[in-house]
């Protein structure tokens, strides 16, 4: 349901955009699930109070059974054979990298960054030729939201893409052979497990809070960048929780270590998320330029008209503070605050049609799109920026 806001008395709802209360001012648009027990009550206030709605999704749990029920067995034992435009579970996934690993083993190394709060291997591919002993590497991340799963679904399609098209692409073998790309199709391995078994809108990580009883971190609030300031809540049963301490969460203290050791290397971050259709830089927790502004904007341009050439989908671009909305401790900004000087987050496809629950049949589109303006931030990165 999508709520042109003022005020709504106090009700349980789930806030899908913006991710937090903060964010809601009057005259802005919020989406938000509903209890089905609730929308009795809600509606006729909404009606009295003159605060117009749009029902988006009317049944969520058919849309949900729409989406992971009735699946024909799904062959994963060939890169053929496997299927891009599903939504795949960890353990497909997790089967999906290892194939890879032993198949392409002249591009792709997989191995593990740490351990997830409830011991699930972290695991990241290394993709490039390996053609010389040092070169420039580009992290990717799909997943640090459990709930968002077309970002997993892009990932495994970036990495499709470069191996299928590796031999007839000019400028996917340019990518591979002068640059490393470091994937890691699912971050929050215990979130996204959990939105397949059990709430497919969970958000956070797993780990537990004795005192709340609330379970999970924001993992992206729980960076060492202006931790739990603006856009962060402190209490534990919130969304945007940043968690007891700054690296609180494995997940994330794994990933910061490899960043922080491979920081001379990487040179650009990409983290995927959704949904808004956005191409956002630093800074997400203050209004301000970044030093390589001209480099970074003109690079974001750039991506989002390539983006835009495939299907004519229009994304926003901008530092995110201004384009979405303020945030402290954010991977993104964490990354440019550590030396990596291309930082950016996509939110991918739509912007509340579907929400979490972006169709199947949209998989395709949204990644082919996508595929362009990563392909176009990654070469721009290769050429020297003034």
Not at 174 to 195: A, C, H, R
Not at 304 to 319: E, T
Request: hydrophobic share 35%; net charge positive.
């Amino acid at each position: 349901m999508r709520v042109n806001y003022r005020l709504v008395p106090a009700l349980q709802v789930d806030l899908w955009q913006p991710s937090s209360p903060f964010h809601i001012v009057e005259g802005t648009v919020a989406d938000v699930r509903v209890p089905q027990n609730a929308t009795r009550s809600l509606l006729p206030y909404l009606q009295q109070e003159n605060i117009q709605y749009t029902i988006l999704i009317s049944d969520l749990q058919q849309a949900i059974e729409n989406q992971t029920g009735g699946r024909s067995h799904r062959n994963r034992r060939s890169l053929s054979g496997y299927n891009y435009e599903v939504y795949h579970s960890l353990e497909e996934i997790e089967d999906w990298m290892h194939y890879l690993n032993r198949t392409f083993s002249d591009l792709v190394h997989m191995f593990s960054v740490g351990k997830s709060y409830e011991g699930r291997p972290l695991y990241v591919l290394k993709l490039g030729k390996r053609s010389r002993p040092y070169k420039k590497a580009v992290w990717i991340d799909c997943g640090i939201h459990a709930r968002e799963w077309i970002g997993p679904a892009f990932c495994q399609w970036f990495v499709k893409e470069a191996l299928q098209t590796y031999q007839t692409d000019p400028d996917m073998r340019k990518m591979l052979t002068q640059l490393y790309f470091y994937i890691m199709p699912v971050f929050n391995v215990d979130g996204y497990s959990f939105s397949w078994t059990n709430d497919r809108f969970w958000r956070k990580t797993r780990s537990k809070n004795t005192r709340f009883h609330c379970h999970g971190v924001d993992a992206n609030r729980n960076w060492k960048v202006k931790w739990c300031d603006e856009g962060a809540s402190l209490h534990p049963c919130d969304d945007t929780y940043c968690g007891p301490f700054p690296e609180s969460e494995p997940e994330v203290k794994a990933v910061a270590h490899f960043l922080r050791k491979h920081r001379k290397q990487i040179k650009a971050y990409l983290s995927f998320h959704a949904y808004a259709q956005m191409l956002l830089y630093p800074y997400s927790y203050k209004y301000a330029t970044i030093p390589n502004f001209n480099c970074v904007e003109s690079a974001a341009y750039n991506a989002v008209n390539a983006l835009q050439s495939a299907y004519g989908v229009r994304y926003r671009y901008g530092p995110a503070s201004s384009t979405l909305y303020v945030s402290s401790g954010s991977s993104m900004d964490w990354a440019y605050k550590n030396g990596i000087p291309y930082a950016f987050a996509f939110e991918l496809r739509d912007t509340g049609h579907f929400g979490f629950l972006l169709p199947e049949m949209l998989i395709k589109p949204t990644c082919t799109e996508t595929m362009l303006a990563v392909k176009n931030i990654t070469l721009h990165l290769l050429k020297k920026c003034n």
